[in-house]
């Protein structure tokens, strides 16, 4: 076992409570168009930000729009919005380019998923679901409904983002500055690790291919264009994985929600590894979060912040910007997460765990 890092003792002594939370209330309004300035600004890097915004509702509404803008927060990661086949004439480009133009301007940054399939999608058919086509690997581990981990390295699969009308093309052409790559960590999904064993490849290689060729297809188009990757920190070891990514986004380094945002928050990671599933972790949790850890054998609670620490901290070392993402409402955990974080030299998001709503920068 690893003995604990000395960074570990700032997140001991977390309190926890679990509650709810509401999104605010959107009315129809106009979406400013005024044509952006560049966001090569003096605050449109990457290693300028130092607060940002998590927010992937799949409908943002006019006056979300613009809280966004008038915030403080130097980047935002927003779902690709036109890919939700409920939604496909959103006016993205607007938004981004609203967003842009905002006294403080914003780095505009895509949420995409690249390691599932998700039913909401434009790119899916009527008919499909596991095993149909041969690539959709097997349902979300986590329990997220209508999402399912695929096997990437398919021709197919690598068609609905590389194609000439893919969606990479499409969020080059709305403006944003990059992209925030989710479930990264699918080459460990164990069916998706049979499905590359009948394949006779390595998933973890494919992974880092995939995300070369992403990255790839961008910055041909844009140099300089933002790869940012969620999850996987084990990846740190690779360093041809590290040549590719700008950064690293962690979720639930200190506090953890439930699938389906059940619940949304506030459930503290195990400080250690000598921690995990011991009955002093568990008598420690709310009954909600007590419930999750025990029904879900996959979730984050059976990790310890000691081992995510030990990955993000070796990543920090090799001049990766770090972005902290934790899933807590109760005022003193967002703020224990907040400080715990910054003192690590990361750059933390605190939220619920549906990432819908909005939120003002933490200063």
Known sequence: MRAIPPTVILVLGFLVACSGGSSPSADEMEIDTTPASPVAAASGTLSAVSHWLYLIDIDLEPDI???????????????????????????????????????????????????????????????????????????????????????????????????????????????????????????????????????????????????????????????????????????TDRDDYLDIIDAIAQEHVWFDGGADSDPPGDCPLPQSDDDIDTANYLESLSPRCRSYVESDPNSPLHVSTEEYLSYLELALNKGKIIFTVDYAIEPENVANAYESSRALGFIPFVGSRALDQFQESVP
Not at 123 to 131: A, C, E, L, T, V
Not at 202 to 217: L, Y
């Open 65 to 235: 729009v613009d809280l966004i803008a008038a915030s403080g927060h130097d980047m935002v990661v927003l779902d690709f919005i036109p890919s939700d086949a409920s939604n496909p004439d959103y006016p993205m480009a607007d938004v981004v380019q609203q967003l842009h133009a905002a006294d403080h301007a914003k780095l505009v940054i895509a949420y995409i998923d690249i390691g599932e399939a998700e039913d909401y999608r434009t790119y899916w058919q009527n008919g499909w679901g596991i095993g149909n086509p041969e690539w959709i690997a097997g349902a979300d581990p986590d329990g997220w409904a209508g999402n399912f981990p695929v096997a990437f390295w398919h021709e197919d699969w690598r068609d609905v983002w590389l194609g000439s009308d893919g969606y990479l093309q499409q969020i080059v052409d709305a403006g944003f500055d990059g992209v925030y790559l989710d479930w990264i960590d699918a080459y460990s999904d164990e069916n998706v690790v049979l499905l590359a064993e009948n394949d006779g490849v390595n998933p973890e290689d494919e992974m880092v291919r995939w995300v070369g060729d992403i990255a790839g297809f961008m910055r041909s188009q844009r140099p300089g264009f933002i790869v940012i990757g969620q999850n996987a920190a084990e990846l």
